[in-house]
């Protein structure tokens, strides 16, 4: 995968017509700061690759093997655009916690609509943390570029449910 010049958190594998549905999973990784960042990404992939991601063996990273994940990532990273967004513990901490504006769910929100303003999909499916799955959509649709004709998903356990979350994860 190749770096885009002008997001260096945007990494090309091959651009994806856009005469086909593009479909983006976003899912994140380390939400604690205590061993280090959390780790968001968003995959997209073109309606009707969800069969390569299952024969790849995509799903849920948590149910994958430590060599099953370094595969499938290899291979992800090659063939699929994506957008990785990294949060340090000490941002986390600036922006969470006692007396601050906003829990971990809120700065999840923030970054998910990043990365869905990087790939322009026509569909994102979101792992969603929050219990408030209605509030959560809400707040992402409200910090998105283009609202008209996008189609924004949040779930729960997303990671298990969509292939394209999966490989996100």
């Avoid at 283009?146 to 449910?161: I, M």
Wanted: glycine share 6%; charged share 30%.
């Amino acid at each position: 995968a190749s770096r885009c010049r002008r997001h260096p958190n945007i990494f090309y594998s091959a651009f994806l017509p856009r005469t086909i549905m593009r479909i983006v999973g976003i899912d994140e990784a380390g939400r604690g700061p205590i061993l280090g960042p959390m780790v968001m990404c968003g995959v997209a992939i073109e309606e009707g690759q969800e069969k390569e991601l299952e024969l790849l063996g995509v799903k849920d990273s948590k149910l994958l093997s430590p060599s099953a994940r370094e595969r499938i990532a290899a291979v992800l990273e090659k063939k699929y655009t994506f957008h990785r967004v990294i949060i340090s513990p000490i941002e986390i901490d600036s922006m969470t916690g006692n007396g601050k504006t906003k829990n971990l769910n809120w700065l999840e929100a923030d970054k998910a609509a990043v990365i869905v303003n990087a790939l322009k999909p026509d569909k994102v499916i979101i792992d969603c943390p929050s219990p408030n799955l209605k509030a959560y959509h809400e707040f992402i649709e409200e910090r998105l570029d283009h609202k008209q004709g996008r189609e924004l998903v949040c779930e729960h356990k997303a990671d298990a449910k969509y292939l394209v979350v999966g490989a996100a994860s």
